[in-house]
């Protein structure tokens, strides 16, 4: 029996249990209120027999002790806050005590920082501007250091702007609030959430131990995203709003603050991950053909 323990269920490591293979026999996830854990338990999860508990980041009730003590591999998806990363919090007797074969944490290319357009990679030095990626930055750092004391390898997947079935720029636009916001110069990158979880499964295959981002072939402007997006619906796109003319909340413009070209060559030459979705007009293509954007 291989048991996966997931820290968070939410919509990316939702992908990952979709995607798990058979030989993963069981999984046991997270999330914070103990009704939903309830429900949850209740019927398959993305088709998979899931056992949910509750974990509010501060306590860990004995059922996830148990869990924490029996897993094979763990995948962090929670966020951390000020204080640090609640599952190392919470968890430590237990995760120094049995430690598993290995851990994915889930963290964000934002703690590279702006790079003025710029390409990354992995050896970049990070140099977070928000207190949320910083706070990813402390998290990943503490989950190394972890890994080092214990021999666990612990894959640091820094994942790019999220998307997929459900929540892409097909559905904004259908459900009229897709904008596209003009700012000479800007690019993101992306990465849907079946290829994350192709990175999450591959670095357990692998005991990977180290950093690798998570992210799409082409950076690329938001605008186009739009603008394909009613391409394939057949629908005019919004207009163009200059980005000073946004409204963004103070959120919005930190991610418009950054800018930079993520590289994923680790991803491919050392996780060995075929993009499933390598850049965003494919993905729409395919999400397009699924039923999304329909109204």
């Known amino acids: 029996m291989t048991h996966l323990l997931i820290f968070g269920l939410g919509y990316s490591s939702r992908a990952v249990v979709r995607a798990t293979p058979p030989g993963i026999t069981r999984i046991t996830a997270t999330v914070r209120a103990p009704e939903r854990a309830a429900a949850l338990s209740a019927a398959p999860v993305e088709g998979r027999d899931v056992t949910v508990l509750p974990f509010d980041g501060a306590t860990m009730p004995e059922a996830l002790a148990e ?5 094979d591999h ?3 998806s929670a966020p951390p806050d000020a204080s640090g990363d609640p599952v190392l919090k919470a968890c430590a007797g237990v995760l120094a005590a049995h430690p598993p074969k290995s851990v994915a944490y889930l963290s964000t290319v934002g703690v590279y920082g702006d790079h003025a357009g710029g390409w990354v990679d992995e050896t ?7 207190p949320r990626s910083f706070e990813r930055l402390e998290a990943e750092r503490a989950w190394a250091a972890y890994g080092a004391a214990h021999g666990v390898p612990v894959a640091i997947l820094r994942l790019s702007g999220i998307y997929g079935p459900g929540q892409n720029a097909l559905v904004n636009l259908a459900r009229g609030t897709a904008r596209r916001i003009i700012k000479p110069g800007q690019v993101f990158n992306r990465i849907h959430v079946d290829d994350i979880a192709q990175a999450v499964l591959a670095s357990f295959a692998r005991g990977y131990d180290g950093i690798v981002n998570v992210t799409d072939d082409e950076p690329s402007p938001p605008q186009d995203v739009i603008a394909y997006a009613a391409e394939l619906m057949g629908v005019p796109p919004p207009p163009e709003v200059p980005f000073e003319e946004s409204g963004l909340s103070p959120m919005g413009r930190s991610f418009y603050g950054e800018c ?5 060559m ?8 075929k993009l499933l979705h390598p850049n965003f007009k494919a993905a729409l293509r395919a999400l397009a053909a699924g039923g999304d954007g329909r109204r």
Do not use: D, H, M, Q
């Open 124 to 130: 970049t030095e990070p140099r977070p501007a928000s």
């Open 260 to 264: 930079k070209r993520v590289s994923n």
């Open 74 to 76: 763990i995948l962090v």
């Open 67 to 71: 869990a924490v003590a029996t897993a």
């Open 266 to 273: 680790r991803l491919k030459g050392e996780l060995f991950v």
